[in-house]
């Protein structure tokens, strides 16, 4: 069985590799907005459906990226929560 200072180890390294994917999660989201600005730019003007949809489909990527880095939030607040408790 591991002590609790082993348990605490676990769960900070966890937590270490979760705010690793939260700036991951960050810099995609990031990434996303350039090349919504790159594709309004490139394509200023177009009334072309597939234009609208590609706007449509980087805007739902950029939601699905804030929840996933919401849901990582409150899965680190959780596993503070237990450890506080130890």
């Known amino acids: 069985m591991a002590s609790v200072a ?3 180890a676990a769960v900070d390294a966890a937590l270490q590799q979760v705010n690793e994917g939260q700036a991951a999660i960050q ?3 990031d990434k996303i907005a350039e090349a919504q ?3 309004a730019a490139a ?6 459906d ?3 949809s590609a706007h449509a489909s980087l805007s739902q990527a950029d939601q699905q990226l804030e929840e996933c880095f919401g849901a ?5 607040e959780q596993a503070q929560t237990y450890t506080a408790t130890l």
């Open 27 to 29: 810099a995609a989201r």
């Open 6 to 8: 082993e348990v605490r």
């Open 50 to 52: 597939a234009v609208g």
């Open 37 to 39: 600005q790159s594709l």
């Open 72 to 76: 990582t939030a409150l899965a680190v």
């Open 43 to 48: 394509l200023d003007g177009s009334a072309n």
